[in-house]
Nanobody, 125 residues
Framework: VQLQASGGGLVPVGSSLRLSCAAS????????MGWFRQAPGKDREFVGA????????WYGDSVKGRFTIARDDAKNTVILQTNNVKDEDTAVYYC???????????????????WGQGTQVTVSS
């Protein structure tokens, strides 16, 4: 399985950024697709995820109302639309896959089966 993340960069406070992650190597209908992030000196934090079909989504408390996650299942891609970004959104963002057998609640780091390589998002004030 390969996860290729893209879309990171340097953006000003209050702006928007779109992150994309394309998965390959198997079928993903039994996997939740989503994102975690890790800021310097901090633990990895859950951002958002979506189940196959997009009918079920989860968000971390710090991004609710600002970030939106969506899946394009035909392309095995998950999109994270970040709006009104803040300084504290600066982090490396990691694409992640969790098999649905591990649960139906908000994903946690220990449940992740596959990780992408990470893409840096830096918010400038």
């Amino acid at each position: 399985v390969q996860l290729q993340a893209s879309g990171g960069g340097l953006v000003p406070v209050g702006s928007s950024l779109r992150l994309s992650c394309a998965a390959s190597g198997r079928t993903f209908s039994n996997y939740d697709m989503g994102w975690f992030r890790q800021a310097p000196g901090k633990d990895r934090e859950f951002v958002g995820a979506a189940r196959w079909g997009g009918g079920t989504t989860w968000y971390g408390d710090s991004v609710k109302g600002r970030f939106t996650i969506a899946r394009d299942d035909a392309k095995n891609t998950v999109i994270l639309q970040t709006n009104n970004v803040k300084d504290e959104d600066t982090a490396v963002y990691y694409c992640a896959l969790r098999h649905v057998i591990r649960g139906s609640q908000l994903p946690v780091e220990e449940q992740i089966d596959y990780w992408g390589q990470g893409t840096q998002v830096t918010v400038s004030s």
